[in-house]
C-alpha cells in the first residue's frame, strides 16, 4: 500500500492569531496587512470575507468594502512563535513532517493511519492537538499523495476534515483554480480551451494534452485522473537545519546575544528529531552588514543540545567583535545523519 499523507492549513491564520491576542476581536470583521492606504491586505478572517476582502485585496479597495472593519498591522514576530509551537506539534505526530509555509505543512501519517483505521477520527485527532497546544484551529486534508492532500485541507474551511478515498472522483468536479500553483493566467488559458474543471482535464486525450501544454501536459494530467503520487522525501535530501534570528535594535549585550544563540540552538536541536549532525556554524550579522560564519566539525556523531551549544558559545567567544553592534544571529548544523549510532561522550566527542 502508499503513503498516507495529511495536509494541515490553519485557518485564516494571521487573524486568528490577532483573535487570539485580543478576543474581543472575535465576530468582527479583521483585516491584517498594510496600514497605510497603500499596500495589500495580507489575510482577512471570514467576517471580513463576506465583505469581498481577500489575501491581496488593495487595502484602499479593502476600505471601501468593509468600512467598519477593523485593521491592523503585520505582527510577524506574534505569528512566527505561534507558527513555530504548531509545526513543533505536528512535527511529533507523523512518519516525516514537511513545513511548507508559516501556516501549513505535510506529515505522512500512513503509520498511525492503520492504528487509526478510520482517516476521519484521524484528522480530528490532528486538529485537536494543534488546537490544545494553541487555542487556534486548522483545517486538513488527508489523501494518497501531497498534491490531493493540499487541495483536500482547503475543501471544508475553516476547521474541517476532509478524506479523499478516490481522487479521481473527489478532484473531478472541482474547478481547474484549485490545483495549487495554477495562477490567473493559466486559468484564462484553460477556460479558453474549455477546460473549467479538473475533470475535463481527465478527459482529455493524450493528444489534445500534448497540444495544449507540451509533453509536461502528461504529468499534469496525472494529477486529474488521481494518478499523482508526490510525497514527502525531504529528511533524506535536507543537508542542514538551521534557525535566525534579526534583533529588532541592534544588539550590544553580550548576555543577550548569547541568550538568544543559545534559544536558537535549541530550536535547531527540536528540528532535527533523531537525525545526527557532524559540523556546527555560528553567523553573526554586524549593523554595518558585515557578516561572519564559523564553523565547527567534530570527529564524532553530534546528537544531544549541548553539541550544539559548546560549540556555538565558544565560536562566539572567539569570534565576536564586541565593539559593533550585532544586527543577526544564526545556528546551523550540517553534514545530517539519520544514523542511529551516537557517542555520549563528551570527550570522544571534541576530539
Ligand atoms: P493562507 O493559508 O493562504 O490563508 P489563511 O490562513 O489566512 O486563510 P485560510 O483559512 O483560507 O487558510 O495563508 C496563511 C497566511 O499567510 C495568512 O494568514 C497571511 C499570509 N498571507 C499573506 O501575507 N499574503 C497572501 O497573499 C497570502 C495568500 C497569505
Ligand atoms: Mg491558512
Avoid: W
Avoid at 542542514?240 to 540552538?265: A, C, G, M, P, V
Avoid at 559593533?324 to 571534541?350: A, C, M, P, W, Y
Wanted: charged fraction near 30%.
Amino acid at each position: 500500500m502508499g503513503r498516507i499523507i495529511a495536509h494541515v492549513d490553519m485557518d485564516c491564520f494571521f487573524c486568528a492569531c490577532e483573535e487570539k491576542k485580543n478576543p474581543s476581536l472575535k465576530s468582527k470583521p479583521v483585516i491584517v496587512g498594510s496600514t497605510g492606504t497603500r499596500g495589500v491586505v495580507s489575510t482577512s478572517n471570514y467576517e471580513a470575507r463576506e465583505f469581498g476582502v481577500y489575501s491581496a485585496t488593495p487595502i484602499s479597495i479593502a476600505r471601501k468594502l468593509c468600512p467598519n472593519g477593523i485593521f491592523l498591522p503585520v505582527d510577524y514576530y506574534y505569528y512566527r512563535e505561534e507558527s513555530y509551537k504548531i509545526m513543533l506539534t505536528l512535527k511529533d505526530i507523523g512518519d516525516d513532517f514537511l513545513q511548507v509555509s508559516v501556516d501549513e505543512a505535510y506529515i505522512d501519517v500512513t503509520t498511525l493511519a492503520n492504528t487509526f483505521g478510520n482517516l476521519d477520527l484521524l484528522g480530528k485527532f490532528i486538529q485537536k492537538k494543534v488546537y490544545k497546544k494553541t487555542k487556534l484551529t486548522c483545517s486538513v486534508g488527508i489523501a494518497n499523495s501531497r498534491k490531493v492532500a493540499k487541495i483536500a485541507s482547503d475543501f471544508k474551511k475553516p476547521n474541517g476534515v476532509t478524506v479523499v478515498e478516490n481522487a479521481k472522483e473527489f478532484l473531478s468536479p472541482l474547478d481547474i483554480k484549485k490545483i495549487p500553483g495554477v495562477g490567473k493566467k493559466s486559468v484564462d488559458y484553460y477556460r479558453k480551451n474549455g477546460i473549467n474543471t479538473i475533470g475535463d482535464l481527465a478527459k482529455l486525450d493524450t493528444f489534445k494534452i500534448i497540444d495544449l501544454f507540451g509533453k509536461h501536459g502528461i504529468e499534469f494530467q496525472k494529477l486529474a485522473l488521481g494518478e499523482d503520487r508526490s510525497k514527502i522525501e525531504h529528511i533524506i535530501k535536507e543537508k542542514s537545519s538551521s534557525r535566525e534570528h534579526t534583533f529588532t535594535d541592534d544588539e550590544y549585550d553580550r548576555k543577550n546575544i548569547k541568550q538568544e544563540l543559545l534559544k536558537l540552538s535549541k530550536r535547531v536541536h527540536e528540528d532535527l528529531r533523531n537525525r545526527t549532525f557532524k559540523t556546527v556554524s555560528l553567523k553573526l550579522r554586524y549593523s554595518d552588514f558585515t557578516t561572519i560564519t564559523r564553523d565547527f566539525s567534530f570527529s564524532g556523531i553530534g546528537k544531544e543540545l549541548y553539541h550544539i551549544t559548546e560549540p556555538i558559545l565558544t565560536l562566539f567567544e572567539e569570534y565576536y567583535d564586541f565593539r559593533i553592534g550585532v544586527r543577526l544571529v544564526g545556528v546551523k548544523v550540517s553534514r545530517l545523519s539519520n544514523r542511529k549510532e551516537i557517542q555520549t561522550r563528551l570527550d570522544e566527542f571534541f576530539k
